[in-house]
């Protein structure tokens, strides 16, 4: 994807001066490295960035320019990635399942943590991964409400088998680690509470202290309006039970938020192709592009239209309708959406926070799919 050299203002000045036709997405690079801080500052631990979430290079540079050190990667690919931006960073291979020559190439590339779900998958690390110096970390799963989506469905031990793994790891040689991943968007500090102290379970039955605990992703961005996420209450929670499950054994923490570090850097402007008889509004942009996920986590609220010359619509709202702009019918957006009344043709529909999951999950589905990004001071319009 190719990124604007001009710096704009803010995402009104780029429309009023380029009317696109084609979806943008606007970049904040000051919001980015805050975010970067936040969790650098709030977090009692090594914060990892998952790479998978936004693996544009712009991302990358600038989360290590507000000083992320450490890196979550799902492929080869992205292990080629960050060992180019960030040769010096930790990676942590965090993919559960890999082939032979996956994990081959992460030996070689100096990878030396790894997580594990399964006792084939354990067989096959201890087989092809030199046990000194190297950590295995058993991810595990609960049956936890809260998040927007359930991790748990595809990946994770149950607490009797993670401890069984735990035990295997340890009697390899390897340093023994636990992670756990609490599910997409979760508001609900609370959910860390009852995974930390399962964690504990689970080492006292292994009879293994842990090096590490990785309490995962997972942390909340801002999708509703009215719903700022409390990150300093999520990390000041999992400070504080770790300290009270572990005690004079505690590991040390690391977390690998995606979506909490970059969602909220980036909003998308998608023209507006028409309005269908007053009920439906067709935009550039849809479910097989940047918006991929939102019938997946749910619609965000924070919107805006603005005009061809730049100018916010403040009318009153009516409901409408959203479709994308291929020919699938699975192509809508949720429910039933609150516009101004007089969006009209040739305007933006501005959707903030979509920085996660957005430029990776955009297909080029009939025809559609092009893409642009462009850095702004301000991602206010």
């Excluded at 290590?64 to 990667?73: C, H, L, M």
């Excluded at 919107?303 to 809508?332: N, Q």
Aim: proline share 6%; glycine share 8%; net charge negative.
């Amino acid at each position: 994807m190719g990124l604007s050299k001009t710096i704009w203002t803010n995402p009104s000045e780029f429309i009023r001066s380029n009317q696109p036709e084609n979806p943008v997405l606007f970049m904040s690079p000051a919001v980015l490295q805050a975010t970067a801080r936040r969790f650098l500052d709030g977090f009692p631990g090594l914060v990892t960035y998952a790479v998978k979430s936004n693996p544009e290079e712009v991302v990358v540079e600038n989360l290590a320019a507000a000083g992320i050190r450490g890196f979550d990667v799902a492929s080869p690919v992205e292990i080629r990635l960050i060992k180019r931006l960030c040769p010096e960073a930790a990676m942590h291979y965090n993919n559960p399942v890999r082939s032979r020559s996956e994990i081959a190439m992460a030996v070689e590339n100096g990878v030396v943590s790894y997580s594990v779900d399964s006792a084939s998958e354990l067989e096959k690390l201890i087989e092809l991964v030199p046990a000194r110096g190297t950590e295995i970390t058993v991810r595990f799963k609960l049956p936890v409400d809260g998040a927007a989506y359930n991790f748990g469905a595809k990946f994770g031990a149950t607490v009797e088998l993670a401890t069984v793994l735990l035990k295997r790891v340890a009697e390899a040689g390897f340093i023994p680690s636990l992670t756990f991943h609490p599910g997409t968007q979760c508001t609900d500090p609370h959910a860390w509470e009852h995974y930390i102290r399962a964690a504990g379970r689970i080492a006292e039955g292994a009879h293994v202290r842990i090096a590490r605990l990785n309490v995962g992703g997972g942390f909340p961005s801002y999708r509703k309006s009215a719903e700022q996420p409390k990150l300093e209450a999520i990390f000041a929670l999992i400070d504080r039970v770790t300290g009270e499950t572990f005690g004079d054994d505690r590991p040390a923490l690391v977390c690998e938020p995606g979506r909490g570090l970059v969602a909220d850097a980036f909003t998308v402007a998608c023209p507006v192709k028409a309005v269908r008889d007053g009920v439906h509004v067709f935009l550039n942009d849809g479910v097989y592009g940047s918006l991929f996920e939102l019938p997946i986590t749910g619609m965000i609220d924070r919107l805006a239209v603005v005009t061809p010359e730049g100018v916010v619509r403040e009318t009153a709202t009516k409901d409408f309708i959203i479709f994308g702009p291929t020919c699938d019918s699975i192509d809508r957006l949720p429910g039933d959406v609150a516009l101004p009344a007089d969006i009209a043709e040739g305007d933006c529909l501005l959707f903030a926070g979509v920085g996660a999951y957005s430029t990776v999950t955009n297909t080029r589905f009939n025809g559609f799919g092009d893409l642009s990004m462009a850095t702004v001071l301000s991602l206010k319009v």
